[in-house]
């Protein structure tokens, strides 16, 4: 267990719809990180967050937002769903620029 | 951007042979990880790895950052090493590039 929690697990919507994705960091990892995961993309870095504010910046589409609130976690939000969005979907946390730890994951199905 | 190239694709061992896993990077990096991601898709951080050497028991990896390189060496492999291991490299301080991994099976 590397004690970052990602809810929910499983997440099946139809296209256009919209979905937030929650990631609680590990106790005293002030960064996180969202990552996707899809059979053609691979994985993909989409957004970090350092103790509030966004600190870097990857290949997020502008249909996908993410924030990080004062208790430190983390909400990604995905609008106007496409099939292709379907994938996996990662959060990571992390002291700082250091070694990441990953949550489960939420699995997103686009339908 | 840059380009972070993993070899082999693919590896078959028996268990308790040994390996290693390459990982190339385009251009300098301000820090690599490894990550290995297991049959049920959970993702284990393994080494921080900017420059030099570690260890963990079987395991070990070794960062040559002047020549673009990283390598991950497995001893004594067994079953439960089996599955995709991803090498990342943080590029401008602001960026994470993945290598599309290195998928290993590890036969009994």
């Known amino acids: 267990d590397s004690g970052v929690t990602q809810t929910p697990k499983h997440l099946i919507t139809a296209t256009g719809q919209r979905v937030t994705l929650r990631c609680s960091p590990r106790?005293?990892?002030?960064?996180v990180y969202w990552y996707q995961q899809s059979l053609d993309q691979g994985l993909q870095f989409l957004i970090q967050?350092?103790?509030?504010?966004?600190?870097a910046k990857g290949n997020i589409l502008e249909r996908f937002s993410a924030q990080q609130f004062p208790d430190l976690h983390s909400e990604l939000n995905l609008s106007s769903l496409e099939l292709g969005d379907s994938a996996l979907y990662f959060c990571?946390?992390?002291?700082?620029?250091?070694?990441?730890?990953f949550g489960p994951g939420t699995r997103l199905t686009v339908t | 951007g840059i380009q972070v190239e993993q070899s082999p694709p693919d590896l078959i061992l028996q268990e308790g042979a040994n390996s290693t896993l390459r990982c190339n990077f385009s251009?300098?990096?301000?820090?690599l990880q490894w990550f290995h991601q297991n049959p049920w898709g959970q993702l284990i951080n393994l080494f921080y790895?900017?420059?030099g050497t570690k260890q963990n028991g079987r395991l070990s990896a070794t960062t040559v950052a002047t020549e673009r390189y990283s390598l991950l060496y497995i001893s004594s492999s067994q079953t439960t090493d089996s599955g995709v291991y991803f090498c990342?490299?943080?590029?401008?301080?602001?960026?994470?590039?993945f290598g599309s991994g290195t998928k290993l099976n590890v036969k009994p």
């Open positions: 990571a946390s992390s002291v700082d620029d250091g070694s990441q730890y």
């Open positions: 790895i900017p420059s």
């Open positions: 251009d300098s990096v301000n820090n």
């Open positions: 990342a490299a943080l590029y401008n301080f602001n960026k994470f590039y």
């Open positions: 106790s005293g990892d002030l960064s």
């Open positions: 967050y350092y103790n509030g504010e966004e600190r």
